[in-house]
């Protein structure tokens, strides 16, 4: 029987709405009208809430036996990410509040499950982020939000979209998801409505001129039209690979800010706070999450700006993730990119193609947009389901298969004796 991925069978619906259900909760939380309501971070926990149970029941291997395998792998990561807000003066409940949000991420960056399992997800997905745009732009009409700002820079039409969300960045990654997961199920439903899906996501996706989510886009594309990965493992490649992606971010860096004035001003924040905590090791190490978030009468921006200058923004996520957790967190995520990179490698061609197709622009994104290390953000959780979903669901290589058996059979010896049993008996 062929296996149609687009066959949807009555045990597949309900996960579908859940799915999309939450996607859609997720992409409206963004609204600028909801926001001012103060109805956004009931609908973004809400959201948050079903992917979140979504991890643990649509999962088909033992959770208890995950924890056991991985639990000082895991356990490294949350120290790193835990560890300096506990020791910061700040109230309980804040304290809390940050913790939770380190274990949230944590559980959605390290959950393997069935999330985007076959191509209707990502149908399911395309189509709830894209009508959630709309339905922002709708509330922003009728409630007289905007819906544009205008453009400082770039190339565009003198204005640049928001679609009645916070930030035009906002937009413009919410519409990279809707492009890249519709530009996934094309090859197999080539559906009016899907070209049209398509073509209107990049449309707005341009007009929001968010240059970060233009340029994953064709990181997305490169990848995954001209296989750029190489097609035999060597020993060193994983760590090359990385080295190249930090290098590719790095160069990507100077070259935006030579060339982009705004986000010069993020490369800003990041030096004003390195001179600003200059020979104050505990926060450089630990954070200095007391600064940003101890004064909960102001966003986290203005508490931030306040001390290290105005001249600079908080938008780049090596800046975020030094005030919220200090050196020690980048060990957390570079343990999560390690990660990443080496069970990619351990997939199948096809499958590895697609795989990084999305990790690349992710890993990317840290050098761009705060949203690698931003539970709040619906790119953060589209990423990572898909990739933790693609490391379940995919086949491994020959390679990679043979020693995940040499490994299993050598903590069970007793399944060699029953294989030559069976062997004997034939």
């Not at 043979?402 to 029953?418: A, G, H, M, S, V």
Request: charged share 15%; with cysteine; hydrophobic share 50%.
């Amino acid at each position: 029987m062929e296996n149609n991925e687009f066959t949807v069978n009555s045990r597949a619906r309900p996960k579908g709405f859940w799915l999309g259900l939450s996607f859609f909760l997720l992409t409206i939380s963004q609204s600028t009208s909801l926001e001012k309501l103060g109805y956004s971070t009931i609908i973004e926990y809400l959201g948050l809430g079903i992917l979140l149970a979504g991890c643990f029941f649509w999962h088909k291997r033992n959770r208890f036996q995950d924890i056991k395998n991985h639990f000082i792998y895991g356990a490294v990561i949350l120290v790193s990410f835990c560890l300096g807000i506990m020791m910061q003066t700040l109230v309980l409940v804040v304290k809390a509040r940050l913790i939770i949000s380190m274990l949230l991420l944590f559980i959605f960056a390290l959950s393997g499950n069935e999330l985007f399992q076959t191509k209707n997800c990502f149908f399911i997905i395309g189509w709830s982020t894209f009508f959630g745009s709309f339905a922002c732009l709708i509330l922003a009409l009728v409630l007289d939000d905007p819906i544009y700002v205008l453009s400082v820079e770039g190339f565009s039409l003198g204005f640049d979209l928001s679609f009645g969300m916070q930030y035009k960045n906002l937009f413009g990654y919410t519409t990279l998801i809707s492009s890249v997961c519709l530009i996934k199920t094309f090859d197999r439903c080539k559906k009016k409505s899907n070209i049209f899906g398509v073509i209107i996501s990049i449309t707005l996706l341009l007009l929001s001129n968010s240059r970060g989510a233009i340029l994953m886009l064709l990181i997305f594309l490169l990848v995954r039209r001209f296989c750029l990965l190489p097609k035999r493992k060597e020993k060193g490649k994983l760590v090359l690979w990385i080295v190249f992606v930090c290098f590719l971010g790095m160069l990507l860096s100077f070259v935006l800010g030579s060339i982009s004035s705004t986000f010069g001003y993020r490369v800003r924040g990041l030096t004003n706070y390195l001179n600003y905590t200059k020979g104050d090791l505990f926060h450089l190490f630990f954070g200095n999450a007391e600064m940003a978030f101890g004064n909960s009468s102001r966003p986290y921006s203005e508490n931030v700006r306040s001390v290290i200058g105005w001249d600079g923004t908080v938008e780049l996520p090596l800046l975020n993730i030094l005030i919220k957790n200090g050196f020690l967190g980048y060990v957390g995520y570079l343990m999560f990119a390690y990660r990443f990179f080496k069970k990619g490698f351990s997939l199948q061609r096809k499958a590895q193609i697609a795989y990084f197709s999305f990790l690349l622009p992710f890993l990317l994104s840290i050098f761009v947009e705060a949203y690698f290390a931003n539970i709040n953000s619906v790119y953060t959780l589209f990423n990572y389901g898909v990739l933790n979903s693609f490391l379940m669901n995919h086949p491994l290589s020959k390679v990679a298969k043979k020693k995940k058996d040499f490994l299993q059979k050598k903590e069970n010896p007793t399944q060699i004796i029953k294989e030559h049993e069976v062997k004997a008996a034939f």
